[in-house]
């Protein structure tokens, strides 16, 4: 392995060096169980710091692709494989920290501050009732957020804007059909059970391992939807690592089917690189990726988006573009105002800074 550091490029030595490693890692240049070479050799072969290393390693580390054995060193542990096998399934079943982390809320100042220069800005055209799939400035806002924080490049008119997961749950409904089964984590948040259900869709649950959905469960089950919470599955708590989250586009990509991915409370990621979305991995066919704003802004923000894979996205969209949009225009316009001026980004900082010190205690 020879790596390699751009010391014109604006991307950080660490960034590099995790970036380099991991593509190696995916393209099966660096196998299953291969040791990496130490902190101190890496970074005497790169000419860089002991704690450049590390903190590449932390983020390899937090995305699930390598693991570190006391006194041994560091491993990849991720399998491009088919399926997995059982044994990365028996490990001990990590808890989310953030299940028991109370919420802190949006300013209430700021918040009001981006209605005020709303009114003040749009006046007549807050009355103008919003475009059926949501206004163009909240959707652009939206765009730019995620390509910003998610590594997710996406079209406007890819994106619907609705009132809550709940509503979004019931469009995913009637744009796939009722007429194929779907798959969910057990256990899994109720209401995704029962939206499903109360739309006459047949739903399999699936049990849940250490990292994600049993490998076995994923290739016994008929469902051709997979609806999955990667970063923080509720109630379990459990994260799906990198490996687990190409395993389910592998399973929506062989039976022609889709992953519904589920980013709630993603935002709140500690690690200084928020893990690769599923959304990420196959942005074209098969995945439809979702979230709100209800944890990262407030319960009464009752706003959430979809974002439709490229392939699908006309053939999405002529399903349901009977409905009106359900989130008031003003309501859509304060909420692109709070992205496009930075104050979300900062709350979003501030709250996981004081994540990292509570973690720390």
């Not at 070479?37 to 710091?49: F, G, V």
């Not at 109720?190 to 259900?197: A, C, F, L, R, S």
């Not at 919470?229 to 490996?243: E, L, Q, V």
Request: aromatic fraction near 12%; proline fraction near 3%.
């Amino acid at each position: 392995m020879k790596y390699t550091i751009d010391k014109e490029s604006k991307v950080s030595a660490y960034m590099q060096i995790y970036t380099q490693i991991k593509n190696d890692i995916i393209n099966n240049i660096i196998h299953y169980q291969d040791k990496l070479p130490s902190k101190r050799q890496l970074a005497l072969d790169t000419q860089t710091s002991v704690i450049t290393i590390e903190h590449a390693y932390s983020i390899l580390i937090d995305e699930g692709y390598i693991e570190s054995r006391e006194r041994s060193g560091y491993f990849v542990i991720y399998q491009n494989s088919r399926w997995f096998s059982a044994s990365n399934e028996n490990r001990p079943m990590i808890h989310h920290p953030l299940n028991h982390y109370s919420q802190e809320t949006f300013s209430y100042h700021l918040y009001g501050k981006a209605m005020r220069k709303v009114l003040q800005e749009y006046q007549e055209q807050i009355m103008v009732k919003s475009p059926n799939f949501g206004c163009v400035e909240l959707k652009s806002a939206i765009g730019n957020y995620l390509k910003r924080n998610r590594g997710i490049q996406v079209e406007n008119n890819q994106i619907i804007i609705g009132s809550g997961a709940e509503y979004l749950y019931g469009l995913i409904g009637q744009m796939i059909g009722n007429d194929v089964i779907y798959a969910l984590e057990n256990p899994c948040y109720d209401k995704i059970k029962k939206v499903y259900q109360s739309n006459h869709i047949e739903i399999d649950l699936l049990k849940m391992g250490s990292d994600g959905i049993q490998s076995e469960a994923l290739k016994n089950t008929k469902a051709k939807v997979l609806h999955v919470t990667p970063y923080n599955s509720f109630p379990s708590g459990i994260s799906a690592s990198i490996s687990k989250r190409n395993e389910y586009v592998r399973f929506a990509k062989e039976r022609k089917g889709f992953v519904i991915e589920d980013d709630f409370d993603s935002e709140f990621c500690l690690s200084t690189k928020i893990v690769d979305t599923i959304y990420s991995l196959e942005p074209d066919t098969c995945v439809i990726y979702m979230n709100s704003f209800s944890k990262t802004i407030a319960p009464s923000i009752r706003i959430a988006y979809m974002v439709l894979p490229k392939q699908y996205t006309k053939t999405f969209c002529d399903k349901i573009s009977f409905y009106s949009c359900t989130v008031p225009t003003i309501d859509q316009y304060v909420l692109a105002e709070i992205l496009n001026n930075g104050d979300f980004e900062r709350h979003i900082n501030r709250v996981r800074r004081k994540l990292r010190k509570e973690m720390k205690k």
